[in-house]
């Protein structure tokens, strides 16, 4: 037995009914990047007088926006194609909320105002600068583009659908779902945890939903805990997500 193995490159499977999905967020991924990457090449210098108090305007902007917490009421609305990983198939769908894309525009700028400043601290008449500075303009511009590829492949921020729950790119099995509770960051709620059945890896319990999602954490737990014994519901026609018992009065 070899010490070493190459694992497979397996593609997905050609009926699963995802390949216009796949195109067309691979569509969106490289207009984005060619829009980000045409302006940067064409550039060879940009002016760094008082780049210094911009970049930390930038970084304390950053930090207030991380303190932003809109209200979010948003619901999980029922949707027929729920566009996931491995499926398309009917189930709810929460959204991404306004601080969500507030945080993604700011990751965003952020990098390309490090890009700006890279590239005007390299040499443009030196062969390797300009190699450097290809470099780093392909590299910001595939990560731009491996974001609006993200964004432009799944439906919504987060689904609950009968294969799973999605959040982002990744994917939740309903059987290995124990209890969900509700998760605290910094003395807020930011999310619900899925206590696992199993659990190998030493990282703590994923969490799903937060500030990045339009719907609060106390209607997305009762959600998952509605339907986590009967994914199956999911799948036979349009449901109404339930809503999270009303709290005894004086608490």
């Known amino acids: 037995m070899p010490l070493l193995r190459t694992p497979r490159l397996r593609l997905p499977p050609a009926g699963d009914g995802l390949w216009s999905r796949r195109l067309?967020?691979?569509?969106?991924?490289?207009?984005?990047?060619?829009?980000?990457?045409a302006p940067l090449l064409a550039l060879t210098r940009f002016p760094l007088d008082g780049v210094g108090w911009v970049g930390w305007l930038m970084f304390g902007v950053r930090a207030l926006e991380r303190r932003w917490w809109p209200r979010r009421?948003?619901?999980?609305?029922?949707?027929?194609?729920?566009?996931?990983?491995?499926?398309v198939e009917p189930g709810l769908v929460a959204r991404r909320s306004p601080a969500g894309w507030a945080d993604l525009v700011a990751d965003l700028t952020v990098v390309a105002g490090a890009a700006l400043v890279m590239i005007s601290s390299l040499p443009a008449d030196r062969g390797w600068g300009r190699i450097v500075r290809t470099l780093l303009v392909l590299g910001?511009?595939?990560?731009?583009?491996?974001?609006?590829?993200?964004?432009?492949?799944?439906?919504?921020?987060?689904?609950l659908t009968a294969g799973g729950i999605r959040y982002g790119s990744k994917r939740y099995d309903w059987s290995n779902i124990d209890r969900?509770?509700?998760?605290?960051?910094?003395?807020?709620?930011?999310?619900?945890?899925?206590?696992?059945?199993r659990w190998p890896s030493l990282d703590p319990a994923p969490v799903v939903g937060g500030r990045d999602t339009a719907v609060p954490e106390q209607r997305l737990a009762a959600a998952i805990e509605e339907y986590r014994s009967r994914p199956y519901?999911?799948?036979?026609?349009?449901?109404?997500?339930?809503?999270?018992?009303?709290?005894?009065a004086g608490r």
């Open 24 to 37: 067309l967020a691979l569509t969106v991924a490289v207009v984005v990047a060619a829009a980000v990457a």
């Open 73 to 87: 009421d948003g619901r999980l609305a029922w949707t027929a194609r729920v566009t996931g990983r491995a499926a």
């Open 140 to 159: 910001v511009a595939a990560a731009v583009g491996r974001v609006a590829y993200q964004e432009a492949r799944f439906t919504g921020r987060l689904a």
């Open 180 to 197: 969900v509770s509700l998760h605290q960051r910094e003395g807020r709620l930011n999310g619900v945890r899925l206590r696992p059945v």
């Open 233 to 248: 519901v999911l799948a036979g026609g349009p449901v109404t997500a339930p809503e999270p018992a009303a709290e005894p």
